[in-house]
């Protein structure tokens, strides 16, 4: 199950999405020449991953920032970076650019420290985006329940998109992050389950003062996915002047 795009068009430009989507992508590549070196590449890894006993035994906390702009492949890398087109938009736009981008950080560093106390004497090197934006997943849940999410099914050699609920999606997703962190160990290499579930949790945390800002469960009954106008106030019910609103 794959989400492709959600029915929640925004009302600015998602230009710190774009960045980071551009600066993930830039960074991948400035290192891709490794992957034919696997020491080399776990050298590399080692100096800019986050490691979960390096952190609690020698206090280098440098991964914790870094290790969420690198990427272990570019399927990893591809698929991140799909789930931040398709949920970072409207984030961006109920929150502004800089707290946006400061939501980000402080969900991907949420996740790291996550993922460390579900393992806390690993030596696996965790690297990727996914801690971050799983807290924009989780902010979105929030803010968005109700928003339509067209998702690619496979099974074996059937293909169909189906259109469901943001919040059947991401319920669905975080309840198997949990699942599988329960039953999988941190101390041995594979997804950073925990990280995951610890990014989707602080990302609803962080994002429950604007929703409170925007009316609270008010907020749901006016907006679908589909709002009349991109910045009404849902909590006056206001409507400024109409803007052109992107569609994708």
């Known amino acids: 199950m794959f989400p492709i795009r959600d029915h929640n068009p925004s009302g600015r430009t998602p230009y710190v999405t774009y960045a980071l989507i551009a600066l993930n992508v830039l960074i991948f590549l400035s290192y891709w020449s490794l992957f034919s070196d696997q020491r080399a590449l776990m050298l590399f890894f080692d100096d800019w991953a986050m490691i979960p006993a390096d952190v609690t035994q020698e206090g280098a906390y440098t991964g914790l920032l870094t290790s969420m702009f690198l990427h272990g492949g570019v399927m990893h890398l591809v698929g991140n970076m799909l789930f931040l087109w398709i949920f970072g938009d409207n984030m961006e736009d109920r929150m502004g650019h800089l707290p946006y981008l400061g939501f980000y950080i402080v969900s991907g560093l949420a996740a790291s420290v996550a993922q460390i106390l579900g393992g806390p004497g690993s030596m696996v090197p965790t690297v990727g985006a996914s801690g971050a934006i799983a807290g924009v997943m989780g902010g979105y849940l929030l803010l968005f329940p109700r928003a339509r999410v067209d998702i690619l099914l496979i099974f074996i050699i059937f293909f169909r998109v189906i259109t469901i609920p943001a919040a059947l999606m991401l319920a669905l997703w975080f ?17 950073a389950y925990w990280a995951h579930a610890g990014g989707f949790v602080a990302g609803a945390v962080l994002t429950l003062p604007v929703f409170l800002r925007l009316g609270g469960p008010r907020f749901w009954e006016l907006h679908d996915g589909k709002p009349p106008y991109p910045h009404t106030d849902y909590t006056t019910r206001r409507t400024p002047i109409p803007r052109v609103r992107k569609r994708r």
Not at 176 to 191: D, N
């Open 175 to 191: 309840g198997f992050q949990v699942f599988a962190g329960l039953g999988t160990s941190a101390e041995t290499g594979g997804v």
